[in-house]
């Protein structure tokens, strides 16, 4: 299945296929000569991505996605090769923000070939198997808490708080009636996800927590080609996760933003993309 969306000159292609029964949902837009593989959100990440996509056109051609709900890890690397191999990228670079910083990490740890510059945007990380207690003790409380929550309340209360949380600073350059277009999509993608979906992505978290971990030796050998975005008001990424991320990430650049908290990437845009902008190009701040 596929469907165009226009907004003033970014030409939005939506695209879907199923994997083992699940359906992976992705936005291809921009004719740069680059490729750049985005995951910005578990849910309407596709979308979420294309403000992302009009200030990156002429350099990129952006592959946005929502990871979508599946029991294991480990199919995430999977689902994230086929969207590449459907698309014919072999060479690509990658962000991920938040836990779209871990399932880059799964696609890298197994598919590392044609891995470009690499930016972790407020991500976490798991390097030994205490960290489910220690460093993501926090990650897994609140999972456990959604949990809870999802006994009593309908699904559309997370979503509604996710919505709340991203699509009131969301905007396009393009004008104010594409970024009504664009909320309107994005409402619209929220609405199908149930309570299911997201006892289903914490199935999935949490299986990273307690049965993966990932090694720095293959991003201490191109230090240079990996950017670490946070804040120290992000109060989800916490300061244990953010120096996790640092482990394994040695002699990583770095970009800290004085506000924002977990949501920079919106609530900053101009100078997030600005950053994005400088290293993607070669000239990280």
């Not at 003033?8 to 992705?26: A, I, Q, S």
């Not at 594409?178 to 199908?192: E, F, I, S």
């Not at 199935?203 to 050998?221: L, W």
Request: with cysteine; charged share 25%; glycine share 8%.
């Amino acid at each position: 299945m596929s469907s165009t969306y226009e907004f003033g000159g970014l030409t939005v292609h939506e695209k879907t296929f199923v994997k083992n029964g699940v359906e992976w949902r992705y936005t291809i837009s921009g004719s740069g000569e680059k490729t750049l593989l985005a995951i910005l959100s578990n849910f309407a990440g596709h979308l979420l991505a294309i403000p992302f996509a009009e200030e990156l056109a002429r350099t990129h051609r952006v592959i946005a996605l929502s990871v979508p709900p599946v029991p294991r890890f480990s199919e995430t690397a999977d689902g994230l090769k086929t969207i590449l191999d459907i698309e014919n990228v072999s060479s690509c670079d990658v962000i991920g923000h938040s836990n779209g910083g871990v399932h880059l990490q799964n696609l890298i740890s197994k598919y590392p070939q044609g891995i470009n510059r690499i930016v972790f945007s407020h991500s976490l990380t798991s390097m030994e198997k205490n960290d489910a207690w220690t460093v993501n003790a926090s990650e897994l409380k609140m999972y456990r808490t959604m949990r809870r929550m999802l006994k009593i309340f309908p699904a559309s209360l997370p979503a509604f708080g996710l919505l709340s949380a991203v699509n009131g600073a969301l905007h396009l350059g393009s004008g104010r009636k594409d970024t009504k277009r664009l909320k309107a999509l994005v409402r619209g993608c929220m609405k199908k996800y149930g309570k299911k979906d997201f006892l289903v992505m914490a199935d999935c978290m949490e299986d990273f927590i307690f049965n993966h971990t990932f090694a720095a030796e293959y991003y201490a050998g191109k230090p240079d080609d990996v950017l670490i975005i946070d804040s120290p008001t992000d109060r989800i990424a916490n300061l244990k996760q953010r120096a996790a991320m640092r482990r394994l990430c040695p002699g990583a650049r770095e970009y800290q933003f004085k506000k924002g908290g977990h949501l920079t990437l919106v609530k900053c845009r101009q100078e997030y993309i600005g950053v994005l902008k400088g290293f993607l190009g070669g000239n990280a701040d």
